[in-house]
């Protein structure tokens, strides 16, 4: 064989080799799922007129996945007698919700094209839906990630950020992802729908300061003190004003110091971050441009692609 032939043909391979390992990419179902995105949308649209709460829930699963061994679909493998998951981690038992609808549209997803579509890039998708169907900004959501074999507990653990967290340590949780101060300010406004339940914002609205007093004492009636032993699972919306709206009103409640949790209002307390908090509660556009970019920033947290981990049957188990 020629010089010449040899080094084209070694680098018509290399090239083979990289975009198998390639980089994310909006049209990597193209042709064989063109239908994909429809069916995400209309899936996500019968679940949000069934539960409004639902577009909260689901866009959570996607964090709460990202942040765990990156967007690989982990969360939403079920426990079984021998193998431990992230189901019952600390930050997602009795809290993390909508499964059973990342399973309906995975199985709307089977019909039209079967075996093709991770379960990871069907939740980055649902997630993206339930934004823009309850009011909020869409973007392009690169897709090619697959699907986790196996997870770990103690990563669920320790890599989501609790609701006690501080503003220094929210940051750096964040940096531990890639994700800069800006995006976590952006991304936390995603509390701008869904719930919380009392027991992750009691100390804040009982022992805490920094939060409007006349909020507190209505909270307190509808989540009782710690001595009452009662109320723990009573929720509460995460943003008063428009708990199913995916606007700005999230910010305007925390330079209201309406703050929810203690982590909310950490990002609105003489900190750092005050004057972006006070930008987005009066720009909509300033918010919906830097939260867009920041979720495609964390669904690009570390996906397996090329022949990595798998395209899973059952977005609840390993094939
Ligand atoms: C900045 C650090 C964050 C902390 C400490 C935090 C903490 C929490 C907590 C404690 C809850 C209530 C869970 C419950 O009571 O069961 C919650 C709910 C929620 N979180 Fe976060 N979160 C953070 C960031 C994010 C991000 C980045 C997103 C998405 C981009 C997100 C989306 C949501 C949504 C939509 C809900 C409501 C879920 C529902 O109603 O089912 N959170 N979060
Ligand atoms: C923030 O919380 C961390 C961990 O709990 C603690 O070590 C640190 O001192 C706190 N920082 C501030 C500024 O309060
Ligand atoms: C509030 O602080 C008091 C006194 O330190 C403590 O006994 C109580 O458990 C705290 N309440 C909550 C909800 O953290």
């Given at each position: ?21 390639a980089?994310l990419s909006p049209f990597f179902y193209a042709i064989t799922c063109?239908?994909l ?80 579509v991770s379960?990871?890039d ?20 690169p897709l090619g990630r ?159 692609t ?14």
């Open positions: 064989m020629g010089s010449t032939i040899r080094v084209f043909i070694l680098s018509l391979i290399s090239i083979f080799a990289l975009a198998s390992e980089q063109p239908s995105q429809g069916i995400v949308r209309i899936s996500m649209r019968q679940a949000i007129a069934n539960e409004p709460r639902m577009g909260a829930s689901i866009l959570r699963l996607f964090f709460h996945d990202c942040f765990v061994n990156g967007c690989d679909a982990s969360i939403l493998l079920d426990d079984t007698a021998s193998f431990t998951g992230e189901k019952n981690a600390f930050p997602n038992r009795n809290s993390a919700r909508g499964f059973e609808v990342v399973d309906t549209i995975k199985a709307n997803v089977e019909a039209a094209c079967s075996g093709i379960c990871a069907i939740l980055a998708l649902a997630a993206r839906e339930a934004v823009f169907l309850l009011g909020g900004p869409s973007w392009v959501v697959r699907d986790a074999t196996t997870t770990s507990q103690s990563a669920a653990n320790t890599n989501l950020p609790p609701p006690t967290a501080n503003l220094t340590t929210l940051i750096s949780m964040f940096a531990a992802k890639g994700l800069n101060a800006r995006d976590m300010t952006a991304l936390s406004g995603a509390h701008t729908i869904g719930q919380a339940r009392c027991t992750t914002f009691r100390a804040h609205i009982y022992n805490e300061t920094n939060i409007n007093a006349n909020f507190a004492a209505t909270l307190q009636a509808s989540c009782p003190s710690l001595a009452s032993g009662t109320g723990d699972d009573n929720l509460a919306t995460l943003d008063l004003q428009s708990p199913n709206r995916f606007d700005n009103g999230y910010f305007q409640g925390l330079v209201a110091r309406h703050g929810l949790l203690h982590s909310d209002q950490e990002l609105f307390n003489s900190g750092s971050q005050d004057g972006l908090v006070r930008l987005y509660s009066f720009s909509f556009r300033a918010f919906a441009k830097d939260f867009a970019n920041g979720m495609v920033k964390m669904g690009n947290i570390s996906p397996l090329g022949s990595n981990g798998e395209i899973r049957k059952n977005c609840r188990i390993a094939n």
